[in-house]
């Protein structure tokens, strides 16, 4: 029975430490410069307390700083954990304090963790006829779950808060009794805590061997009954078992009082709150917890949002001031809803004709897979009002299929409605292969948050969470884990499916109307309606086409690279003097700096061995020819193994075709990415990298392969803003400019450059677009930082323009907290700011580098939008299959490959209007290599 007493117990740090990395990558700062974020994420979730919950007493508790008594018996206990950021350690005073005047207690004892305290306190207020609840995300705590003490687990960033009891903890666990949770911790360990646990078992393992045996100490009577390397393992690691169990087990008898006199709700301090809310200039919390509304004056010199200032909205605050609104913890089973299921052929064409009469709604596929080119649908959905929608099962049967999907030609082809989705692309290319081609006016909730917040997720059930309060259904409890259990979505009853469906739309429906307001306040309507948008039909079609692969050149260069393996591996045992595992670290890293003795510089790794990664290789390399042999060595196994061999198993048995997929929302620079086949990462510095290109043909010998590359677009950018006289006559002189900034670095004439000269220029000019440093450009080029320094500071020199630029950039960001390309994409910056020089080093190097790399992929992006829409126009043949870095390739039919010359070329120079010419490299061949 429920009591109505109730004591919400909190572990600070786990609140602390789950606010403070929540916004790792986009901390809130002040004017002061201040990283808040730890501060206002704790508060934030302990106001959600207090307003959703009727609890009647409550304590926040803190572990102890002093020794306890875990690393008494194990010093290893915690030992591998960094140090607190700093960060941290100046939030934890102000939220202490902020404890303090909400007038909580705060208990904390010398030589206990937070979890033994609330252990204890917990056990002590169930026997006097508490319900107790735990406030903490830590499994650890699984251990306590009983009748009359629960786990209430926050939500991510605040939402809401999930309630576990004994049946959600041995449901988790798959145990009989939570107490089991404690061996399941001995035996698996934990790398959070350094408990070791035994070596070789995991959770799973774990999990099964409780469930077998009992207990930790059931498990050793049993090692008998073992075989293999885990009998080894716990015959040798016995005692490590038992301590391991020791260090998971929470205290239950801490020597503190529980007076539940002290830990009844009281009113807060609103005085000491207003203070302190002043001076972090938390205005929206001041005004939310208080109901006080206050200018914030102090003199700025950061990156401010309107959760702590009054300067101009911007998307972050945006969003967060809408998620400290939003009614937490909705979900299927909370939220009221209406979605119908439209089976018979009367529901179909009641549901059309309501569609037709719609302006716009969003929509949905459900499929048998996530690669749109090999999978069938399943069913579609929509909606056009906030909690009701509609499911369309498709047939099993292709035929029947297309013939029902065929009905909705009408609405989905239909030029005067606009379709809204989440990554709409997968939609659009799904239903192409079924013969409808989206005509309406898109949108994207997806692309919309990618704009607002680049540096964040942008799958639904992370913006549904943290937009709407809402936790959609979980696809996993549909079709299961991945594995040879899971189930297809043909399998899952239709009534379920529905419901999955549906919501899905609803979802989408209502991300769309919060995204499109903080669009237009950021001023990122324009980027998104004439870039973004126009682009998923782009990127679709070049995917549906997809590219022909030589498979038997493949094989060919399969077998010359397993050769050549095997010859240079033979030559690094011939240095070594000994036969090894090269693909061991350990054992290649003894062999180098134990047994060769070769004089070591870098960092250990985590796990106290010395690094034999490509940057210690690299450095080794000029006098040591066995690391030489060692970088050919991995550059022809990785070859190989990830693209050679990989390459035909990508090949779409429907079409014979390679189908790469290409993302708009996941490089924060604006950048595209591909994957299956990750066409980026294809190596094109070495001659063997370069022949993985020569698997990429024409379709059939009617076609020639065109590919069209920006030629230095990144440095015309960079002439272009920082309107640098010198690298702008070069360019229009049509010099090359690695030679003319030789010439001007080294004060040489022109003619006398020589290749080295033209190296070290070349390397400062691409690296300067990095924001690279004297040491970084001394590691490149191999000189001294001396030099380095000396070649940076003569190029600042010739090219004032280009340091003013950089200069800019960074006072820019400063002053606003993000920076922007050319057509205003924004790159938000909230460590600019920060007192940790490392970290600010590289906002700062990101805030050099994004106004020039992602002008360079608007400027890709427009070409691509213009030169499908003449394709369209012209209707011709030829088709637009990859895009890689600064480079297009297209299949072309010959007859019209004059005509394609003329037409990428004008295009690609005419996509942004800049005050330096735009160059661009085009070439012809039967194989993507002999093109490029």
């Known amino acids: 029975m429920e009591s109505e007493k109730k004591l919400y117990l909190i572990d600070a740090f786990a609140l602390i430490f789950r606010a403070y990395f929540a916004f790792a990558k986009n901390p809130l700062i002040n004017s002061k410069g201040q990283n808040v974020s730890a501060i206002s994420g704790f508060v934030n979730t302990l106001n959600l307390l207090l307003k959703k919950t009727n609890s009647t007493h409550i304590a926040v508790c803190f572990d102890s700083f002093e020794i306890t008594t875990r690393e008494v018996a194990y010093p290893e206990y915690k030992a591998n954990r960094d140090e607190a950021p700093e960060d941290i350690k100046f939030s934890i005073p102000y939220i202490k304090e902020i404890v303090k005047a909400f007038n909580i207690p705060i208990i904390e ?149 529980f007076d539940e006199e002290k830990l009844i709700i009281d009113e807060p301090d609103r005085e000491k709150l207003s203070e302190i809310f002043r001076e972090l200039e938390f205005r929206k919390l001041a005004k939310d917890i208080l109901g006080e509304s206050y200018e914030v004056n102090a003199e700025r010199n950061g990156a401010q949002f309107d959760l702590f200032g009054n300067t101009e909205s911007s998307a972050v605050n945006a969003i967060q001031s809408q998620s400290e609104k939003i009614e937490a913890g909705k979900n299927i089973t909370n939220t009221p809803h209406h979605y119908q299921l439209c089976e018979t052929e009367d529901e179909i064409k ?35 009002k906030i ?60 692309l919309a948050h990618y704009l607002l917040e680049p540096e964040l997720r942008h799958n639904m059930d992370f913006l549904a969470e943290n937009y709407l309060g809402y936790s959609p259904v979980s696809i996993t409890t549909l079709i299961g884990k991945k594995g040879k259990n899971q189930l297809s979505m043909r399998d899952v009853p239709i009534e379920k499916v529905t419901e999955y469906a549906v919501e899905d739309a609803d979802i989408t429906l209502q991300l769309h109307q919060q995204f499109q307001p903080l669009l237009k306040t950021e001023k990122l309507e324009k980027l998104y309606k004439e870039v973004e948008i126009p682009l998923i039909q782009v990127l679709a079609d070049m995917e549906y086409e997809g590219v022909n692969l030589d498979v038997d050149f493949l094989n060919d260069f399969s077998k010359e690279l397993e050769i050549e393996v095997e010859s240079t591996g033979k030559e690094i045992f011939e240095l070594a003097g000994v036969r090894f595992n090269i693909d061991s670290p350990k054992q290649l890293s003894d062999v180098l700096f134990v047994k060769l ?3 070591y510089e870098g960092k250990k790794t985590k796990t106290g061995q010395l690094s034999t990664g490509e940057d210690i290789l690299s450095r080794l390399e000029n006098d040591y020819p066995i690391a030489s042999l060692l970088l050919n060595y991995r550059e022809l196994g990785k070859l190989k193994s990830t693209y050679v061999d990989s390459l035909p198993q990508l090949i779409n048995p429907k079409t014979n075709r390679i189908h790469t997929n290409f993302s708009q929302a996941v490089a924060s620079s604006g950048r595209l990415s591909s994957n299956n086949p990750n066409l980026q990462n294809i190596p094109i510095r070495t001659e063997r990298g370069q022949q993985v290109r020569k698997a990429f043909i024409a ?19 960079i002439a272009a803003l920082s309107n640098d006289t010198g690298m702008i006559e070069a360019f229009k002189q049509g010099m090359d400019i690695h030679s003319a900034t030789a010439a001007r670095v080294f004060g040489v004439d022109a003619n006398t450059v020589t290749r080295e000269m033209r190296s070290k220029a070349k390397a400062v000019n691409f690296g300067i677009a990095y924001g690279q440093t004297a040491f970084g450009l001394s590691q490149n080029l191999k000189i001294s930082r001396t030099e380095a320094k000396e070649i940076i500071d003569n190029y600042t020199a010739q090219f004032p ?40 080093s590289q906002a700062e190097r990101i805030a050099i580098n994004s106004p020039i790399q992602g002008s360079a992929a608007d400027m890709i992006k427009i070409a ?42 004008e295009k690609m120079v005419n996509a942004l209007t800049l005050n330096v010419p735009i160059e661009v490299e085009v070439g012809t061949g039967i194989n993507w290599l002999e093109a490029h």
């Open 109 to 257: 004892k010398g030589g206990y963790e937070a979890d033994d305290i609330i252990g204890t306190l917990a056990k002590k207020a169930k026997k006097a006829g508490y319900d107790v609840y735990m406030v903490t995300m830590d499994k650890d705590y699984g251990q306590l779950v009983e009748e009359g003490i629960y786990m209430y687990r926050p939500s991510f960033l605040g939402t809401g808060f999930d309630t576990l009891s004994v049946d959600d903890i041995l449901k988790k666990w798959e145990i009989e009794n939570p107490l089991q949770v404690i061996d399941i911790l001995g035996l698996m360990g934990d790398s959070v805590d350094n408990i070791p646990g035994v070596p070789g078992v995991g959770e799973k393992t774990a999990k099964k061997l409780i469930q077998q045996y009992g207990s930790v100490e059931g498990v050793l009577e049993n090692i008998d009954k073992m075989k293999g390397k885990m009998q080894e393992n716990f015959i040798n690691f016995k005692e490590q078992a038992i301590m391991s169990k020791f260090l998971a087990t929470i205290i239950l008898d801490v020597p503190v009082e």
């Open 350 to 384: 009641i549901l059309i004709a309501d569609l037709l009469q719609q302006k716009e709604f969003s929509f949905d596929t459900e499929t048998t897979g996530i690669d749109a080119n090999d999978a069938e649908l399943v069913g579609l959905s929509f909606s056009w």
């Open 387 to 446: 909690g009701e929608g509609y499911y369309v099962p498709v047939p099993t049967d292709q035929s029947k299929a297309k013939a029902l999907v065929d009905l909705f030609k009408p609405v989905l082809e239909n030029n005067a409605i606009t379709l809204i989705g989440q990554n709409i692309k997968y939609d659009y290319l799904m239903m192409k292969w079924y013969g409808i081609e989206l005509k309406g006016k898109l949108q994207d909730s997806m």
């Open 597 to 599: 003795k070769i004089p």
């Open 699 to 717: 379709r059939d010998e009617n076609h020639i392969l065109l590919s069209a590359d920006y030629s230095q677009i990144e440095l015309r950018i």
């Open 801 to 840: 323009g280009v340091q003013q630029l950089m200069e800019s950039n960074i006072e820019f960001a400063r002053k606003h907290g993000y920076v922007e390309t050319i057509l205003g994409r924004k790159r938000y910056l909230r460590d600019i700011n920060s007192a940790n020089n490392t970290v600010r």
């Open 864 to 905: 691509m939008i213009n030169i499908h829409e003449a394709l369209k126009k012209e209707k011709l043949k030829s088709k637009m299959t990859l895009q890689v870095h600064d480079e297009l390739v297209f299949d072309v039919f010959k007859p019209e490959l004059e005509q394609m010359k003329q037409l990428v070329q």
